[in-house]
């Protein structure tokens, strides 16, 4: 039973541990406005937006800086009057955003803030099953097999089968994949923006979020099946050292 129960906290570990660096991937990447800024230049922006290459950096910042849970995201910080932000958009100055643009980006930080909040819970999990994982070592009946990765390899698996399914998805037919996390995320429609008269959609282009999203599943490889392929090398490799070890004292 206590073998049972430390390899069940031994795969929650290993959850938190990866859910943790991939939300903190998706952190990351989803506030990076130069990042941004590189990817909508790739898409042909910011002609194609009917606004200067200055302004687009401007958006991108603000944007960014309401990810990230600034309040007067929307407002003009370099303005001592304050007001909305404002842009020129095919020679003529207006409001950068329209209300639906600004509830949907307001719903987005909501979103971010809860991520953030959900990655804490998971460092505060994670810190609190070491004791009890070492506790529960101590106390085994029988020693298991030192090194076991089998938690390791369970938790990774859990994680990358969902996910490995929605980029295959993702890669078929990217904007049916885009439209059902976007469901699965919002409880409205603010999302479904017009590209001829919301700016939003036209500055962040689907291959934007397409770029982004792969950069995103690198990072998650890396923690899914880099980290448990390495320690599984360093593992084999521990136990040929000490077969040999073992070997040579037999022989003496």
């Keep these: 039973m206590k073998k049972r129960i430390l390899c069940i906290a031994n795969v ?25 800024f590189e990817l909508q230049i790739r898409a ?3 002609e194609s937006a009917g606004i200067s290459a200055e302004a687009l950096e401007k958006l991108d910042v603000h944007l960014a800086s309401c990810l990230r849970g600034r309040e007067d995201w929307n407002v003009e910080w370099l303005n001592p009057e304050g007001g909305p932000l404002r842009v020129v958009v095919d020679g003529v100055e207006q409001d ?12 987005c930080q909501q979103l971010f803030k809860l991520l953030r909040a959900v990655r804490l819970g998971l460092a505060i999990v994670a810190v609190l099953l070491l004791p009890f994982i070492m506790i529960l070592e101590e106390w085994k009946e029988k020693p298991a097999r030192a090194g076991s ?81 390495l320690l599984t090398v360093l593992k084999w490799i521990s136990d040929r050292v000490r077969k040999r070890k073992t070997n040579e004292t037999v022989e003496l």
């Design 96 to 107: 950068a955003f329209n209300a639906r643009e600004i509830q949907h980006m307001e719903d």
């Design 12 to 36: 929650l570990w290993w959850l938190c541990f990866a859910l943790y660096f991939i939300s903190s991937a998706v952190l990351e990447i989803g506030t990076n406005e130069t990042l941004y």
């Design 44 to 46: 042909g922006l910011p």
């Design 149 to 229: 990765m089998a938690p390791v390899w369970t938790a990774s698996l859990m994680i990358t089968v969902p996910l490995a399914l929605f980029a295959l998805w993702a890669v078929i037919d990217f904007g049916s994949a885009f439209s059902f996390f976007h469901r699965l995320l919002f409880t409205n429609d603010l999302w479904l923006l017009d590209p001829t008269t919301d700016l939003l959609i036209r500055i962040c282009p689907s291959s934007m979020f397409a770029s982004m999203g792969l950069r995103i599943a690198l990072r998650a490889a890396v923690i899914l099946l880099g980290v448990p392929v």
